[in-house]
């Protein structure tokens, strides 16, 4: 486990590089949507931090169900870091997309059902925090928000799905889709780019928060042999 | 508004929060292990967010 965070989690530098790179290209290098125009480049950072915040998620739902399996507190600590980070992503998401709305629907928000369930998704993550925060017994607070990080994934799919299953204000998916990618090479290239500097920006995160959770079971565990 | 200000709005937003949120996670980093620096050293009550939180039975 320690030598697979090693290879894993990288250097700050390494992914506000990384980062950086995505951004200039996407800003100043690729050119802008046909149809568009400027305000499609915001897709740059709106897609990725989706992306992301369903991957973070993804990791919450393998290691709670771990968690449940083995009573491992590192499978509850990764879970825990993983669903603040990836709430952090689903917050920039909506924020992004509403701006990106506002831009092009001419609305901040509309009760659509992709922007409803992505709402759903962030309000389902902080209540696991929430509840997370509330319990004082370390193993009632590692079972408990192992069922909520194996419940509250069934609403990745429906969030992902939803354009596809109602009728919706917004776009299908563009990607990941039945048949081709409908996108532009070059525009889709800068897209994963995107997608792949945020992952390093994740794991970044994602090791720093994992840190914090094993402190602050260290300093927990401290406190209760020292009195 | 034109498209470029949504544009570097939706950029601002998105970066600073992650920058934000970074910086965040290594100040509370520093905080924990003080804290448990603390209890360690002198058996103290703790003093930060880390230590204060319930203990388990």
């Known amino acids: ?227 | 508004m034109n498209d470029v200000a949504f544009v570097a709005g939706a950029y601002l937003v998105a970066l600073g929060a992650l920058a934000a949120y970074a910086a965040t996670l290594v100040r509370r980093l520093r905080a924990a292990r003080a804290a448990r620096a603390a209890i360690d050293r002198r058996g103290a009550t703790p003093t930060t967010e880390a230590a204060t939180q319930p203990q388990a039975n």
């Open chain 1, 1 to 227: 486990m320690t030598s697979l965070r090693r290879v894993l989690a990288p250097p700050a530098l390494v992914a506000v590089v990384a980062v950086a790179t995505v951004i200039g290209l996407g800003l100043f290098v690729i050119p802008p949507d046909r149809l568009q125009g400027q305000v499609q480049r915001i897709m740059y950072v709106h897609v990725p931090s989706a992306w992301i915040a369903y991957l973070a998620f993804f990791v919450t739902l393998g290691a709670s169900i771990r968690y449940l399996w083995r009573r491992d507190l590192g499978a509850d600590r990764l879970a825990a870091a993983s669903a603040e980070v990836g709430l952090v992503f689903t917050g920039v998401t909506i924020v992004t997309g509403t701006i990106w709305g506002k831009a092009t629907w001419g609305i901040w928000w509309d009760w659509d059902p992709r922007l409803t369930t992505t709402a759903l998704l962030f309000l389902i993550y902080a209540g696991y925090l929430l509840i997370r925060a509330s319990l004082a017994d370390r193993v009632r607070r590692a079972r408990a928000s192992a069922v909520i990080g194996i419940v509250g994934f069934a609403n990745v799919p429906i969030v992902h799905f939803s354009v596809l299953w109602w009728r919706s204000l917004h776009q299908p998916p563009t990607v990941i889709r039945p048949g081709d990618p409908s996108i532009d090479h070059l525009l889709l290239a800068e897209l994963l780019a995107s997608v792949l500097a945020f992952t390093v920006l994740f794991l970044y995160l994602l090791d720093r928060r994992l840190d914090l959770e094993r402190a602050r079971d260290e300093a927990d565990q401290a406190l209760l042999v020292s009195s």
